[in-house]
């Protein structure tokens, strides 16, 4: 079994800054790569940022410049600094793991709200 939680949300200004961590926990072989996605009301959700275990990243357009994707291995655990919030970055940002057990599985987070205010 494996947890994957996340933190971090909450309300800011638009230009203001937050930072979100999501940890995985439980029974695993390694960790490879993490990610964080969004999903706004009426909207699909989507790939925010992605990070390998080798640290290789990747962002959507619309993050670039502004959000910075990390992780610890040690700790299982991923970050996302969010720098130059927007009121379009309001969502509930969930973070997905994947994790190697006798083979290679998918693990959502519960999610956390991220509301920017203009």
């Known amino acids: 079994q494996v947890h994957v939680v996340e933190s971090g949300g909450g309300l800011v200004q638009a230009g203001g800054s937050l930072r979100l961590s999501c940890a995985a926990s439980?029974?695993?072989?390694?960790?490879?790569?993490m990610g964080w996605y969004r999903q706004a009301p009426g909207k699909q959700r989507e790939l925010v940022a992605r990070?390998?275990?080798?640290?290789?990243?990747n962002y959507a357009d619309s993050v670039k410049g502004r959000f910075t994707i990390s992780r610890d291995n040690a700790k299982n655990t991923v970050y996302l600094q969010m720098n130059s919030l927007k009121p379009e970055d309001t969502a509930v940002y969930y973070c997905?793991?994947?994790?190697?057990?006798?083979?290679?599985?998918?693990?959502w987070g519960q999610g956390t709200q991220v509301t920017v205010s203009s």
């Open positions: 439980g029974t695993f072989f390694s960790i490879n790569a």
């Open positions: 990070i390998t275990n080798g640290g290789s990243t």
């Open positions: 997905k793991v994947t994790a190697v057990l006798n083979s290679q599985y998918l693990y």
